[in-house]
């Protein structure tokens, strides 16, 4: 639906709700914007406040031995700090095996990852330009 309105998908999940005076500055904890589900094993909240600006923040949890299968590319400089758990994560063909505090970042590259732990890793990515 996204494509078909030439929108990114979070102007679906776009509101108005919190406090006028710090909406285009703050995200409050309990007021993310999630997309995905625990079915998919991923779910992923938009830190930034808005979709304007030169990058966007989000919080990706990644279920126990979730895998993203297929490479995903996306036409961006992408940088990841891993909060918790472990990951193993490719950029090209290269395997990294990440673990809770290591980061990362690439321009222009594709990836995937599979949480292999039995924990969830929780990633703050920074994205640039935005894609949601």
């Not at 500055?25 to 079915?39: N, P, Q, S």
């Not at 126990?64 to 758990?85: C, H, I, N, W």
Request: proline share 5%; aromatic share 12%; glycine share 6%.
């Amino acid at each position: 639906m996204a494509n078909a309105f030439d929108v990114p998908v979070s102007w679906f999940f776009l509101t108005n709700d919190g406090d006028e005076a710090e909406r285009e500055f703050i995200v409050r904890a309990d007021a993310r914007r999630a997309l995905g589900t625990t079915e998919e094993g991923l779910i992923e909240e938009l830190l930034s406040p808005d979709l304007g600006g030169s990058f966007e923040m989000f919080r990706s949890v990644i279920e126990p031995r979730t895998e993203m299968k297929e490479v995903s590319f996306r036409d961006t400089e992408e940088a990841g700090y891993l909060v918790s758990g472990q990951l193993d994560f490719w950029i090209d063909d290269q395997k990294f095996s990440l673990t809770a505090g290591d980061s990362f970042r690439f321009d222009h590259k594709p990836c995937r990852w599979h949480n292999t732990g039995n924990a969830q890793a929780i990633i703050i990515w920074v994205v640039s330009p935005p894609v949601y």
